[in-house]
């Protein structure tokens, strides 16, 4: 019984932060490589940023400089610090993971569990 619980989201100002955490049950969490993804309504979902089980870190280009990810093995716990919040961020952010392997940019199809999502509004 797998399970990703996602926390951290919230409404909040343009430039304003969120620290959004994806807390991982089920799983030896150290041997899966974790990614985080987003959907706003009426687009594809997209990859956001991602973490090996080394610790390498994959951030979107949209993402670059505005974003932290990092993981906690002990607390089964990964982060994503997200700094200068847009209003184009305003979306539903996912984590989910996938044994081992680690590619980049992250693929959805790639990750076999996820999370039910945390909502990030932005406004203007």
């Known amino acids: 019984q797998v399970q990703l619980v996602e926390s951290g989201g919230g409404l909040v100002q343009a430039g304003d932060s969120l620290r959004l955490s994806c807390a991982a049950s089920?799983?030896?969490?150290?041997?899966?490589?974790v990614g985080w993804f987003r959907q706003a309504p009426g687009k594809e979902r997209e990859s956001v940023s991602g973490i090996g089980t080394g610790g390498i870190a994959y951030y979107a280009d949209s993402m670059k400089g505005r974003a932290t990810i990092s993981r906690d093995n002990a607390k089964n716990t990964v982060y994503l610090q997200m700094n200068s919040l847009k209003p184009e961020d305003t979306a539903v952010y996912y984590c989910a993971a996938r044994f081992l392997v680690f590619r980049t940019p992250p693929v959805p199809n790639d990750y076999n569990y996820w999370g039910q999502g945390t909502q990030v509004t932005v406004s203007s």
């Open positions: 089920g799983l030896t969490f150290s041997r899966y490589a």
